[in-house]
């Protein structure tokens, strides 16, 4: 167990509907990071947070995205109107400046 | 920005052989760490390794920060220990780059 806690863990939408994930890393987490990882590739990173401050986005991340971080503890990365393309593993990690742990992640697919 | 790069892509092994993968990456780093990636799809955590050797059980790896690389070795390896291994690494307080893995496949 990471320690770190994502919601839902599969995520079936219709092309055009928002959606939102949740992740819970642990209260000693001061960095937190959300990546997306699909099929046969490596997680690919998309933004992060250092405590409640949104210090860097990919230029993945497009204007459909949004993701908070309130009062720097759990995180929530929002889709909207989804689109076919954004069907993907979510990934959330949290760190202590170190090591990164990870969430078991929010498997979307957009039909 | 840093590029990761892995190596095999894909290695089929037989219950009780060893492996080196390896992990390539294009500047100094102040974070590397090896992850194995189950079947649905977590991350578990193997090493945290920016230099030196460390070893667990079975699984052992090696970092040469100064030549670029590191170095993930399973020895006797297990059906269980099938899945994809990730390297990713960071420099300074850039987010972790992750390598596209090595598909590891290892048959009864």
């Known amino acids: 167990d990471t320690g770190v806690s994502q919601n839902p863990r599969h995520k079936i939408t219709k092309r055009g509907q928002n959606v939102t994930f949740r992740c819970d890393p642990i209260?000693?987490?001061?960095?937190l990071y959300w990546y997306r990882q699909t099929l046969g590739q490596g997680p690919e990173f998309l933004t992060y947070?250092?405590?409640?401050?949104?210090?860097?986005k990919s230029r993945l991340l497009s204007d459909r995205f949004s993701a908070e971080r309130p009062k720097g503890s759990f995180s929530t990365l929002e889709i909207q109107r989804t689109e076919q393309g954004d069907s993907a593993m979510y990934l959330c990690?949290?760190?202590?400046?170190?090591?990164?742990?990870f969430g078991q992640g929010t498997r979307l697919t957009v039909v | 920005g840093i590029q990761v790069e892995q190596s095999p892509p894909d290695l089929i092994l037989q219950e009780g052989a060893n492996s080196t993968l390896r992990c390539n990456f294009s500047d100094s780093v102040n974070n590397l760490q090896w992850f194995h990636q189950n079947p649905w799809g977590q991350l578990i955590n193997l090493f945290y390794?920016?230099?030196g050797t460390k070893q667990n059980g079975r699984l052992s790896a090696t970092t040469v920060a100064t030549e670029r690389y590191s170095l993930l070795y399973i020895s006797s390896s297990q059906t269980t220990d099938s899945g994809v291994y990730f390297c990713?690494?960071?420099?300074?307080?850039?987010?972790?780059?992750f390598g596209k893995g090595t598909r590891l496949s290892v048959i009864a």
């Open positions: 390794i920016p230099s």
């Open positions: 990713a690494a960071s420099s300074g307080n850039t987010p972790l780059v």
């Open positions: 990690a949290g760190t202590a400046n170190t090591e990164a742990f």
């Open positions: 947070f250092q405590n409640e401050a949104q210090l860097e």
């Open positions: 209260s000693e987490h001061n960095r």
